[in-house]
């Protein structure tokens, strides 16, 4: 028999088996009006309720609903659900610019349009066909006397999520992820991190960036209670982890260099010890960081590695039984690498060095872009655009990046899409954007600039000049200027030479 592996099975299964238990913890206090404490009766309930009001807007199987928002129920409810109907969620980067969203519903050719109220009015020019807030207008649209009508013909196959990333070129690509994709890395995850109904999970991940890493389908399909949290502040994820006995974390070392500060201010036992695993990615975790985590914190440090465009389980580094004895800095030194491909992916390095992955999480293809989709996929292999190396246990280590990426706070940020905004700068000549190593945000975005012969700008009018064009995170927290940038015989930039004086510390070139 052969049933197709759709998204639907997670909140089904949360339904039949876990109907009673409490599903999800809304953020208390936020813009909408909290849902609360929801059971994942209540989820499913509403998740249908969301399907018949889609049906009577007349949206079709395959069409596209974008959602800008922070993290939410109702966003986790619309991921969870409204894929189950055939339609495609595009859960949207809320940090980024209104020219930037617009691209986005334009580019997806989302019909409808969900916007949390806290960007009503930024977001006021965004345009879709059907616009409504998360809040009281998301509530006044559920049709709760009606049964959906089922997807005609569940298809594995069929796209289920776009998620836009920053890539290598100035305009975001959209990563199509199928009801397969999803599925295989969520039962995988959920496997190797051996997720069940006695867990309880608080989203210190942003549920856009790669549908909070596919994580919300293992928590729902297990039963394990999902805390909503809004905004990532250490001492926030203190308390919550000791109010609701929080298990399981993810996100970018950034993050737990927030926890990890806030632990020096604690009063009395650090909550969750011995309890609490956290999954960590989006850029290598410095070993000290590891150390201090197992160390003042007490929780069990997972790193895996991935992309938006895999899903994003590739590799998975979980304390191993052999690392129990170990001394902590050696154990730290284990757990600084990748990992090891996550059951049923199959890694490679390719002879430039760039790592390639197969496996069932890899992207069907880039939304509308035939060309990046054949680029990535050429020879029947990913090509991440990260460089690395594979040891003899099957171990990956990343050491560079191959694309031109830089990545802060987790977050990816296009130097191309950067650059353009710099070089619009009237006194501008050349700009090369690249990332230099910091201590907070693992990446700092950083400018180099020649300004044009006779012309004059400081620092302040660059950053200035770009805040109107960039989202807040890309915007280059320093720029200096130079006399000449540094170039090939044939006039490219090289990036990597003007990478090198800030990176002298480091055995690697990303952080
Ligand atoms: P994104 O698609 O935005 O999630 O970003 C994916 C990128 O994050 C990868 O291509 C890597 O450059 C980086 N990344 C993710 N996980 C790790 C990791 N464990 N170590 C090093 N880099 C990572």
């Known amino acids: 028999m052969r049933v197709p592996l759709t998204t639907r099975d997670f909140l089904d299964r949360a339904e039949l088996v876990y109907g009673d238990r409490l599903g999800i913890v809304d953020e208390p206090v936020q813009p909408a009006p909290s849902l609360g404490e929801v059971s994942y009766r209540e989820v499913a309930r509403r998740g249908r309720a969301m399907q018949a009001a889609l049906d009577e807007l007349g949206i079709a199987e395959g069409e596209r609903i974008a959602v800008v928002s922070h993290n939410s129920a109702r966003l986790l409810e619309m991921l969870l659900a409204v894929p189950s109907s055939g339609r495609v969620v595009v859960p949207v980067n809320f940090r980024l610019s209104p020219d930037e969203v617009s691209y986005i519903v334009g580019h997806s050719g989302a019909r409808v349009l969900f916007v949390d109220p806290d960007l009503e009015t930024s977001l006021k020019g965004v345009e879709a066909e059907h616009r409504f807030g998360t809040g009281q207008e998301y509530e006044q649209l559920l049709r709760y006397d009606v049964e959906p009508r089922p997807w005609s013909e569940p298809d594995e196959g069929a796209t289920a999520t776009i998620n836009y990333t920053s890539g290598t070129t100035a305009r975001p690509k959209g990563v199509q992820m ?146 129990d004895d170990l001394d902590p800095e050696e154990r730290a030194k284990r757990l600084s690498r990748a990992g090891v491909p996550a059951l049923g992916t199959r890694m490679t390095v390719s002879e430039s060095g760039e790592v390639l992955a197969q496996g069932n999480t890899v992207l069907a293809g880039y939304w509308e872009n035939p060309d990046a989709s054949a680029e990535a996929l050429e020879g029947g292999w990913f090509h991440t655009g990260d460089g690395g190396n594979i040891d003899d246990g099957g171990y990956v280590t990343i050491s560079d990046r191959k694309k031109d990426v830089i990545i802060t706070g987790g977050e990816n940020v296009s130097s191309i899409e950067v650059e353009d905004a710099v070089f619009s700068h009237p006194a501008v000549a050349e700009v090369a954007v690249i990332g230099v190593p910091d201590d907070k945000w693992g990446e700092m975005v950083t400018a180099l600039v020649v300004l044009t012969e006779g012309e004059q700008a400081t620092e302040a009018d660059i950053i200035a000049h770009c805040r109107a064009r960039l989202a807040g995170y890309k915007l280059p927290k320093r720029v200096e200027f130079r006399d000449g940038l540094a170039r090939t015989a044939t006039g490219k930039i090289q990036k990597f030479k003007l990478r090198e004086s800030f990176w002298t510390d480091s055995e690697r070139q990303v952080n």
């Open 178 to 323: 199928t009801h397969r994709n999803l599925w295989v890395n969520a039962v995988t995850f959920g496997m190797h991190m051996q997720v069940s109904d006695r867990d309880v999970y608080l989203h210190t991940l942003p549920m856009f960036h790669c549908n909070g890493w596919g994580l919300p389908y293992t928590m729902a399909g297990l039963g394990a209670r999902q805390v909503v949290l809004r905004k990532v502040d250490g001492a926030e994820i203190l308390r919550r982890v000791e109010q609701h006995g929080v298990t399981v974390m993810a996100g970018a070392p950034a993050v737990w260099n927030a926890v990890l500060e806030a632990a020096a201010d604690w009063d009395g036992e650090i909550p969750g010890r011995d309890r609490v695993r956290i999954i960590v990615a989006g850029a290598p975790p410095p070993s000290k960081t590891i150390a201090r985590v197992e160390a003042e914190l007490g929780w069990e440090f997972n790193q895996i590695y991935g992309l938006t465009e895999t899903a994003p389980l590739l590799t998975i580094n979980r304390p191993r039984a052999e690392y």
